[in-house]
């Protein structure tokens, strides 16, 4: 059964800290990893990897693959109020593009 | 990227009924995709919602409690049959775009009563 582990489950830090969330899988098949930031209802889409070693970045948050130890990380540096959400990391492993889903990490960010 | 919508954003039903869900994208995409959220709990998908054909259940998930139609490229429906309390969730479409993202509709947060 394919599985997808993050780590921590939450996470409270202070505005201008650094954070590191992390996502593990054991998958059958491996076409992408994706992550999300879910704050209300609807996720959003943050970044897709597909190769081992290349960091995807936006603004203050990147993210990078290791295909090899099956994992990912988020970072976030210098976090504001505004980063507190849950965050998402899902597989899609390639069988219909379907996604599995790991359980997320709630972080709050407090002044 | 996709700009997704759904309809209703949210509901409170009685037990016992059923509750169609709607899913609008504004651009033709291969795949669509209904997921659930229970409270406090990830994402699980429910269904791949294929045009012109049957939807594609996951295990745990049959027909006859979440109907899916999907007449075209850009529309797909998803019923909550026979509504119980351990129904309420929320309730997400997602659209398979360009480049194998997939993006994700604001959601429905369906509560039962």
């Known amino acids: 059964e394919d599985k997808v582990v993050q780590s921590p489950l939450s996470l409270v830090v202070h505005e201008g800290d650094t954070v590191t969330l992390n996502c593990s899988y054991e998958v059958t098949n491996f076409r992408s990893l994706l992550w999300y930031k879910q704050e209300k209802k609807a996720p959003t889409f943050l970044f897709m990897l597909t190769s081992s070693g290349i960091e995807k970045k936006s603004g203050r948050l990147s993210s990078i693959l290791d295909k090899k130890e099956l994992f990912s990380i988020l970072n976030i540096t210098a976090t504001q109020t505004g980063d507190s959400a849950i965050y998402l990391c899902a597989v899609d492993t390639g069988t219909a593009s379907k996604l599995t889903f790991g359980t997320g990490t709630r972080l709050q960010v407090t002044l | 990227s996709a700009v997704i919508s759904q309809k209703p954003s949210r509901d409170i039903c009685q037990r016992g009924t059923s509750l169609t869900i709607q899913c609008q994208v504004d651009?033709?995409?291969?795949?669509m995709f209904w997921y659930r959220q229970q409270p406090g709990q990830s994402l699980t998908l429910i269904a791949t919602?294929?045009?012109?054909?049957?939807?594609?259940?996951e295990s745990g998930f049959v027909i006859d409690k979440f109907p899916i139609s999907r007449p075209n490229l850009t529309f797909s429906t998803l019923t909550v049959s026979n509504m119980s309390p351990e129904d309420s969730s929320i309730y997400l479409c997602s659209a398979f775009h360009l480049y194998n993202e997939q993006f994700f509709g604001p959601g429905t947060r369906l509560t039962v009563l």
């Open positions: 919602a294929n045009q012109g054909s049957e939807a594609t259940y």
């Open positions: 651009s033709q995409v291969t795949m």
